[in-house]
């Protein structure tokens, strides 16, 4: 069983208390329709033959709202604390690949700015040693497996309706990173 995390918002610049209010209940709603969803498992799971087609959609299901759940997780966090710029190595390992950390927050927002809903996502490859800014359509299609997320941008439009218009998504942007913590997706990269 799932817990809705809580999260320490102060006073944001350019969201809402209200955008916040709702989008947190959006999160809660991914955290109670998995905690449905993994009993509804269960009980099909008692006559998995009969029930087998039943069973891969509520499986299909479950990885949206498991993903909607973490990805909301990681988005929130981000905004706790005091905001503060990217910096340190995660900074200094960003200018390297990308030839700027300037370089890299524009294509990262040109990311976010893509047509449709998603999200925008930067994430770590430990193994290939090199950074991947990466939309997502859904929570569960196109992530890049077994790669850790550091930086998630909420793209969908409950992310901002209740502040900006959708032909105004550019200021949501701009404010998701003037209220950002760098020091949380600073601790992200040192754990990937």
Do not use: C
């Amino acid at each position: 069983m799932y817990t809705p995390k809580t999260f320490n918002f102060g006073a944001l610049d350019g969201i809402s208390p209200k955008q916040l209010e709702v989008h947190v209940k959006l999160y809660e709603g991914y955290v109670k329709f998995l905690n449905t969803l993994d009993d509804t498992i269960v009980d099909l799971m008692k006559d998995s033959e009969k029930n087998a087609y039943a069973l891969g959609e509520v499986n299909r299901r479950r990885g949206f709202e498991f993903d909607g759940m973490r990805m909301h997780e990681h988005y929130f966090a981000q905004w706790e604390g005091n905001a503060s710029p990217i910096s340190g190595n995660l900074e200094d390992a960003l200018a390297k690949q990308y030839g700027s950390y300037e370089a890299w927050e524009a294509q990262f927002k040109a990311v976010g700015m893509t047509r449709g809903i998603g999200w925008a996502v930067l994430y770590y490859d430990p193994t290939g040693k090199r950074f991947h800014n990466a939309f997502l359509g859904d929570h569960e299609v196109g992530q890049l497996t077994g790669i850790p997320v550091i930086l998630a941008l909420d793209m969908w439009e409950h992310a901002y309706m209740v502040d900006y218009l959708p032909a105004e998504k550019k200021k949501y942007v701009d404010a998701f990173f003037k209220n950002l913590n760098g020091n949380v997706v600073e601790e992200r990269f040192h754990g990937s």
